[in-house]
């Protein structure tokens, strides 16, 4: 690390590869030889154009994503998608699986637009562990099954996607996008804020099968609002969020030459079972969530009380290790470990969070 940066636990906006920062910085005044950055660039310049279309097809080598499936840049964020999802997607209703905070924002979205089944709910249990999805109940006016992938509050994740029963699958992947090989295939629609495991807020992914995209719809949906509307315009309808795509496109440059997904996800499981060992063999920190369930992106933890964990969260922040604090919905402690937080940052955390305990426990 350097210039005094920080390891930033942060669950999002969360912390962006050094290097390309580095990349970012030394472009910012002058793009190219261009004579501006890409602030202040027109984004129906040819220059702009280029950046746009190789961070499409940058994503689309990295993820391996097949030709009959959209790539579309869309502002707003997750939460827009809670609501975009259904407004294109949703015929008659859905089934929803409950497996956390952001799933059931989804829900209560979808509910504006049509029946909605919860088809499994972790709720009974705080949200610590993820429903058995094997043999799921769909009714027959579901279009589709969503799910969080990722409950970056919880620290929860999928790791075998449920059977949607004929069912295109919609999948919120921000906390965990391009953490690990994808096969999107599987996936009807997938779709990710960013600002969690790749650039500047601000921008969402969406990954959608070419056949899910209707024309179709209530002539009171909003232009923006339509998936075909971006589609048709290759993200360009109207002025896109120039910024974030030009700095995710740098991340999935930079993703590219690190070796891929495979060793993204490597680096992850190297980086997380550091953590989750140390926390298990504690007698002081405790992770709540079922081990098979575990997260590679969102370790929450907990001391044995909320007036330990605020301390050690501030004990943390005070020794350079920022943002422990666990969301405030659920308290206790939470790290966010995403794609660009370097092994040597879990391992220092690692090393702290021992010496505290055994100094405090
Ligand atoms: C952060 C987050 C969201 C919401 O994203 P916004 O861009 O803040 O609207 C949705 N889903 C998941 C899994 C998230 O982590």
Redesign the pocket.
Known sequence: MHYGRIYNFS??PAMMPEPVLEEIAAEVLNYHGSGMSVMEMSHRSAVFQEIRDQAEADLRKLMGIPAHYKVLFIQ???????AMVPMNLMKTGAAYLETGA?SK??LAEAKRYGTVTVAASSQDRNFSYLPDCSHLTLPPEADYLYL?E????HGTTFWTLPDAQGRPIVS????MFLSRPCDVERYGLIWA?V??NVGP?GM?VVIIREDLIRRDLDEHIPAYLRYHTHADHESMYNTPNCWSIYCCGKVFRYLLNQGGLEEMARRNQEKAKILYDFLDASRFFRCPVAPADRSLMNVPFVTPSPEEDAKAAAAAKAAGFDNLKGHKSVGGLRASIYNAMPKAGVEALVRFLDRYEREHG
């Open positions: 669950a999002g707003g964020g997750g939460t827009v998608q809670f952001w924002k989804a969080c990722n409950e970056t509050i919120d992947q921000s906390s804020g600002q969690k807020a969402t």
